[in-house]
T-cell receptor
């Protein structure tokens, strides 16, 4: 079983829909990152969380440390949000970063 | 974070150095490879000049950190299973390791 699991693996939605991508992890962590990778492009760090909630524009990230779960929400989704979203955690045991396999999001106009 | 080259094609057995440079005075730098269905996997990381630590898949690779701003990934004898997208990242670990990672745009490497 992977230490970081994301769901769904693939998601297609209509423009304007509210999007939720989930991340569950099984190790103790000191931080959780949400990353965005556009097709053929580099990776951008969206959020770094250790507790609570963060908001940036139409993106919201939440984390529940007790439940070992984080969600990334996109409000009023737009075709330019189409990308792979990756959850990554930093293990508090050895400081290594463990990545989820990503969620491929496709927003239709 | 700047990676060079962006694309490279090698023959099996050739050697290659992938370069990564950052101008943010970050102490922590790392190399990953990204493969379809496997996600990102950590190859090596470095906390400081001259220091290096093995990640999850260091076999077949070595690294060099002679200067703080540069972290090189070396393939001594390329093999076809090293065909991948390679990503470099850095963190300002001077403020604690829980900082956002800054990624380069990647080097796409093909081994024939």
């Amino acid at each position: 079983k992977n230490e970081v699991e994301q769901s769904p693996q693939n998601l297609t939605a209509q423009e304007g829909e509210f999007i939720t991508i989930n991340c569950s992890y099984s190790v103790g962590i000191s931080a959780l990152h949400w990353l965005q990778q556009h097709p053929g492009g580099g990776i951008v760090s969206l959020f770094m969380l250790s507790s609570g909630k963060k908001k940036h524009g139409r993106l919201i990230a939440t984390i529940n440390i007790q439940e070992k779960h984080s969600s990334l929400h996109i409000t009023a989704s737009h075709p330019r949000d189409s990308a792979v979203y990756i959850c990554a955690v930093r293990s508090n045991r050895d400081d290594k970063i463990i990545f989820g396999k990503g969620t491929r999001l496709h927003i239709l106009p | 974070v700047t990676q060079t080259p962006k694309f490279q094609v090698l023959k099996t057995g050739q050697s290659m150095t992938l370069q990564c440079a950052q101008d943010m005075n970050h102490e922590y730098m790392s190399w990953y490879r990204q493969d379809p269905g496997l996600g990102l996997r950590l190859i090596y990381f470095s906390y400081d000049v001259k220091m290096k630590e093995k990640g999850d898949i260091p076999e077949g690779y070595s690294v060099s950190r002679e200067k703080k701003e540069r972290f090189s990934l070396i393939l001594e004898s390329a093999s076809t299973n090293q065909t991948s997208m390679y990503l470099c990242a850095s963190i300002n670990s001077g403020q604690g390791l829980n900082q956002p990672q800054h990624f380069g745009d990647g080097t796409r490497l093909s081994i024939l």
